[in-house]
């Protein structure tokens, strides 16, 4: 199935430094949305993005919604020891009418040295 | 309070054997969906649901079955044709027609 290319693969940083990872695709995409799964969780939705160049935050977390609708990239400012995990993009083509399904990034996996 | 729930949460099973995973939610939530994620391979999707008595095949369908009886429930079954089935299974549910996706904890299934 079709993937998102999503970058760096893993990421070890000291703890109070700032993260940044994006995803890219060759498909235009409706909606962008950031995942995060802790070790032997599911993932929990962190940020959701509906329109082109929106830019959201969430606590420490911003993400942004790509002109082109082919990307978008999740900050993390001031990392501390709970942001370790791995981070999924995701993203949805759906229009009304169609059959729709999520296509997901391969994920970052953040280690976050105290 | 409202959410998800898989169980078991670890499961083993000899080779050959069938094995149910099941998946209730109750959030109201009109689909749900398998994941099936693996080390350094993200995750991908098994089936899906968007209404009840009705499901579809995702990208790696083969050697799993699925059913949708109650709208709360999706039960997954790993079938003794799906050749790895070694992996973390995750059940997810939505409102329709959107990919804000609430997952539940993971059923991690181990094949002797």
């Known amino acids: 199935g079709q993937q998102l290319n999503q970058s760096p693969q893993s990421m070890f940083i000291q703890e109070g430094e700032d993260v940044s990872m994006n995803c890219t695709s060759s498909s235009i995409f409706n909606t962008w949305l950031w995942y995060k799964q802790d070790p032997g969780e599911g993932p929990v939705l962190l940020i959701a993005l509906y329109k082109a160049g929106e830019l959201t935050s969430n606590g420490r977390l911003t993400a942004q919604f790509g002109i082109t609708r082919k990307d978008s990239f999740l900050n993390i400012s001031a990392s501390i020891p709970s942001d370790v995990g791995i981070y999924f993009c995701a993203g949805d083509s759906y229009n009304a009418g169609n059959n729709r399904k999520l296509i997901w990034g391969l994920g970052t996996s953040l280690a976050v040295n105290p | 309070d409202g959410g998800i729930t898989q169980s078991p949460k670890y499961l083993f099973r000899k080779e050959g054997q069938n094995v149910t995973l099941s998946c209730e939610q109750n959030?109201?939530?009109?689909?749900m969906y398998w994941y099936r994620q693996d080390p350094g391979q993200g995750l991908r999707l098994i089936y899906y649901?968007?209404?009840?008595?009705?499901?579809q095949k995702g990208d790696i369908a083969e050697g799993y079955s699925v059913s949708r009886e109650k709208k709360e429930s999706f039960p997954l079954t790993v079938t003794s044709a799906q050749k790895n089935p070694t992996a973390f299974y995750l059940c997810?549910?939505?409102?329709?027609?959107?990919?804000?996706?609430?997952f539940g904890e993971g059923s991690r299934l181990t094949v002797l």
């Open positions: 959030l109201n939530h009109d689909a």
């Open positions: 649901s968007q209404i009840v008595n009705d499901f």
């Open positions: 997810a549910s939505s409102r329709l027609n959107t990919g804000e996706l609430f």
